[in-house]
């Protein structure tokens, strides 16, 4: 049988610059182990299985995995996925509209298409939680794992922790942004993070975002997942974004992020919080490839 595949890079409007996706779009009838098997050939960040959903008012049932394993919820997985299926103009032969809802682990997942003079772009969506913070890590681990002293570690504002609007990650401010530029990672330092959250984000907010148009700088890592580092990751986006407005509440947090720089793919997120709480994470994408996988 031959099931449909498409690939994206999302949070980009540029070919080969964002974060690569491979959305498989024909998933019914695969198992778990061959979507992961499937997962680990295209050996992209994340690929999507697109599933028809148990409940036919939402859009689809999509599940996400990394080379080495599933994840509940993701950011460029389902802003990718929601921009091609909007191209596509519709899902399991119903028409797809200005919203778009998917059922995941972490619950559901809002999908706004997003039109520039008619032409569809990209896509926002929205994190199936509200943020949730699990415990702090010491800084001297966190320095371990990327090669710094404990001194480049920022606390002022937070110590490093686990949160999570979706799926949890390890999250620590640096003090300025020359230090993102000096990480080497140290792959086996990562097994002192918990195992619920051995991926790592660091950011550092930029020195003049007025003129510069951005407002954090971030890096993540994932060797423990087979990603030695991600060129755009929203999930972990949302969940910092989240977290920076827990900080100070109540009014409305938008924020301007730039990852992927350092890699040679450069990624542009659109993170805003609610007052409630709610997180919407998006940007651009630029449609790659589509074709057919020639396996039962």
């Not at 490093?160 to 530029?181: E, M, N, Q, Y």
């Not at 660091?202 to 148009?213: E, F, K, L, M, Q």
């Not at 938008?254 to 997120?269: C, E, F, K, V």
């Amino acid at each position: 049988m031959k099931r449909r595949f498409a690939t994206v890079d999302v949070f980009t409007d540029r070919a080969f610059g964002g974060n690569p996706l491979a959305i498989v779009l024909d998933a019914e009838g695969l198992d778990t182990a061959t979507m992961q098997a499937i997962a680990a050939e295209f050996n992209y960040s994340e690929t999507t299985f697109v599933l028809p959903p148990a409940d036919p008012a939402h859009t689809a049932s999509v599940r996400i995995f990394t080379p080495k394993s599933e994840l509940p919820f993701g950011g460029h997985p389902n802003v990718g996925t929601g921009f091609w299926l909007a191209r596509e103009g519709s899902v399991f032969g119903t028409g797809v509209g200005d919203r778009l809802v998917f059922e995941e682990a972490a619950g559901l997942v809002a999908i706004t298409p997003i039109h520039d003079d008619g032409a569809l772009t990209g896509a926002d969506i929205t994190a199936p939680q509200t943020l949730s913070l699990t415990g702090t890590i010491a800084p001297d681990v966190i320095a371990a794992c990327l090669g710094l002293e404990p001194a480049d570690i920022a606390t002022a504002a937070h110590h490093p922790c686990i949160a999570s609007v979706g799926t949890p990650f390890t999250i620590a401010a640096v003090r300025d942004s020359t230090v993102l530029d000096r990480i080497i990672t140290d792959p086996a330092q990562f097994t002192r993070l918990p195992a619920t959250a051995h991926d790592l984000l660091v950011y550092a907010w930029d020195d003049d975002p007025s003129a510069r148009g951005i407002d954090l700088h971030c890096r993540m890592f994932a060797p423990l997942d087979g990603i030695a580092e991600d060129p755009a990751t929203g999930s972990a986006n949302a969940a910092l974004a989240a977290l920076i407005a827990s900080l100070r509440p109540p009014a409305d947090l938008t924020l301007r992020i730039a990852q992927g720089d350092a890699m040679g793919r450069p990624s542009r997120l659109r993170a805003t919080v609610d007052p409630s709480g709610r997180t919407t994470i998006g940007g651009s994408c630029v449609a790659i490839a589509e074709g057919h996988l020639t396996i039962d």
